[in-house]
């Protein structure tokens, strides 16, 4: 047989076992400046720019999203590997998949209901939101507040840093720390900054140091 019938009977049996080919240099997008958008349903590599921000379509699958100074906006149904933006926020809609992280440093992070991240979710000032969702990973800010909402499911620990651990102050600001209905963190909650701290009557915690918990048994906690 051939060379050029070997390479097209071995390309043949992978499409006939389902294997994808790898992505093409060009779905890559990177930019300085100006915004990405990534189609619904279209697959990229690693979508990149500094001062934009990135919206990523319903069903859109991805390697890598990252910016400086924008936001990312994720559809449901996205799938990536990683999200991260320094000053911007970082929100994906219903039913995402993230293998692995998301990461910013004064922007909030949000993830909705029936969510997979199997990686941590980091930021210093911004505020972390889940609902309905699943965290291999562990949660870890400085002085942003933490909702683990309704149903979720954070398999690691949740940690809120000293401000000195970054060389910064942030005044008098108590991060709040809710964790709601049906909640549940399987590992260690550690303050080592004064923090509010809420827990659901039908949450499940782990070990929790430098605070005591508030219980409550109404859908939201007390305001401040």
Do not use: W
């Not at 990523?56 to 991805?62: E, Q």
């Not at 827990?199 to 409550?216: L, N």
Request: aromatic share 2%.
């Amino acid at each position: 047989m051939s060379r050029n019938r070997i390479l097209l009977a071995a390309l043949a049996a992978a499409l006939a076992a389902g294997l994808a080919l790898p992505a093409h240099a060009q779905q890559d997008i990177d930019r300085i400046s100006g915004d990405i958008t990534a189609e619904a349903g279209q697959r990229y590599g690693d979508l990149e720019t500094v001062s934009g921000d990135i919206s990523i379509g319903d069903r859109a699958r991805l390697e890598e999203a990252s910016t400086v100074s924008g936001d990312i906006e994720g559809g449901d149904g996205v799938q990536a590997e990683s999200l991260s933006s320094v000053s911007g926020d970082v929100r994906l809609g219903q039913q995402a998949r993230v293998s692995g992280g998301l990461e910013s440093v004064s922007g909030d992070v949000f993830v909705g209901r029936g969510s997979q991240v199997g990686g941590s979710i980091e930021t210093v000032s911004g505020d972390i939101g889940l609902v309905g969702t699943i965290l291999a990973g562990d949660i870890e800010t400085v002085s942003g507040d933490v909702t683990v909402g309704v149903g979720s499911h954070v398999k690691g620990s949740l940690r809120v840093e000293k401000p000195d651990n970054v060389g910064i102050s942030f005044g008098r600001h108590k991060p709040r720390i809710v964790i709601g209905p049906d909640a549940v963190v399987d590992g260690p909650l550690v303050f080592e900054r004064e923090v509010v701290l809420y827990v659901h009557d039908s949450a499940r915690t782990g070990a929790i140091t430098g605070a005591t918990a508030i219980r409550f048994s109404t859908p939201a906690p007390p305001k401040d």
